[in-house]
């Protein structure tokens, strides 16, 4: 079969191992999985309301378009619906950016590391990939900057980033956007938002507005709990949706999905809640590597990324067997590092508890 060249030899995303599947090779009760930057603590309990009383017709197709949902983020946000997009996930997003804006001659400028789907989606299309390595899990915007030239197509500025958790300053934003060519969508990937509790931090809806180049993603994955039902939005002007738009899959957002989104969406004090809870648990995990010593990176997330002075696939896999799936650095081109989901308070103490047990098993501890 004539297979594009360059997916020879491409190895498929890898999400963090099934929990049942977990339980099943190390013959455990309960597992908790603090590997997907999943809400420890769900949707909000007015989604679980709705679920149980919802008598959608499943047999009919869902509204393409999104109607209900995009006038119900188009409120919240301030924003025009003509200047909203929907994916099945921010993922679908960024291969659908990909697919309108990506090809052979061109290239793509991100850091790294950082989310991987930029760079599989671009080295799928053909396209040159650029990455350029962060500082102290900073994006280096100026390095950045240099590596765009008349080739290049889009470029993608995570903040926070993944997997580092940093968020990139609004001073140092602002200055990277008035430099980049006007004809360079910069793609301003924003997962972890709601979680952000930095004093400094910029509304950045301003930069879609002042700046035609700019997309904003967004997901009802993370805070709100809703990862299973696949629903992420992209803001920016309307020439920019307009482009996109057509290159979107029909019907990519099931009307369950839109229904949940909605009612998520109204209940902005359980999300409120969430952030407050996620601070104290992220305060359990910086107290802890401070007492060991372990450089961990500042998080503006609802993870942690931070060191571990030992083979952190031998800690991913110890840690897999007294119960807790997380993912090893190694697989996110951060070597000795682990990354874990700020779970609830007992989660994280236990994890804590059984961390040290693994790290003086591996002689980090004395």
């Not at 995570?158 to 580092?164: L, V």
Request: a negative charge; glycine letters at 6%; one cysteine or more.
């Amino acid at each position: 079969m004539k297979w594009k060249q360059q997916i020879h030899g491409m190895k498929a995303y890898q999400p963090g191992k099934p929990m049942e599947e977990v339980k099943e090779m190390y013959g455990l009760n309960e597992v908790v999985k603090l590997a997907s930057n999943e809400n420890p603590f769900g949707s909000s309990p007015k989604v679980k309301e709705f679920l149980q009383q919802d008598e959608t017709n499943h047999a009919i197709y869902p509204d393409g378009y999104a109607q209900n949902l995009r006038t119900a983020v188009a409120n919240h946000l301030g924003v025009k619906e003509t200047e909203l997009i929907f994916g099945n996930g921010s993922d679908d997003l960024i291969a659908i950016i990909t697919r309108a804006l990506l090809y052979p001659g061109v290239n793509t400028v991100m850091a790294d590391p950082s989310f991987s789907q930029y760079w599989h989606n671009a080295e799928i299309e053909g396209a040159e990939v650029r990455k350029i390595p962060c500082i102290d899990g900073h994006h280096d915007l100026d390095a950045m900057l240099a590596a765009i030239d008349e080739n290049t197509s889009v470029v993608w500025v995570c903040s926070p980033n993944n997997p580092t958790g940093t968020l990139v300053p609004a001073g140092a934003l602002q200055s990277f956007l008035e430099k980049v060519p006007s004809d360079v969508l910069v793609v301003l990937d924003e997962a972890y938002i709601e979680y952000v509790n930095d004093p400094s931090y910029k509304n950045t809806l301003d930069y879609f507005r002042q700046y035609e180049n700019v997309i904003l993603l967004r997901t009802f994955s993370k805070a709100y709990g809703l990862a299973s039902f696949r629903v992420g939005y992209g803001i920016a002007q309307e020439g920019v949706i307009a482009k996109l738009d057509p290159v979107r899959a029909p019907f990519n957002n099931i009307i369950l999905s839109q229904k949940a989104a909605i009612v998520a969406l109204k209940d902005q004090d359980y999300i409120v809640k969430c952030r407050e809870a996620n601070e104290k648990g992220k305060r359990q995990f910086v107290a802890w590597c401070e007492k060991h010593g372990l450089h961990y990176f500042p998080s503006q997330t609802n993870f942690v990324l931070f060191e571990v002075k030992a083979d952190s696939d031998v800690v991913f896999e110890e840690m897999m067997r007294r119960g807790f799936i997380i993912r090893s650095g190694a697989a996110l081109g951060v070597p000795g590092y682990i990354r874990v989901t700020i779970g609830t308070e007992d989660q994280n103490e236990k994890f804590l508890t059984l961390l040290q047990e693994v790290l003086t098993e591996q002689g980090v501890f004395a």
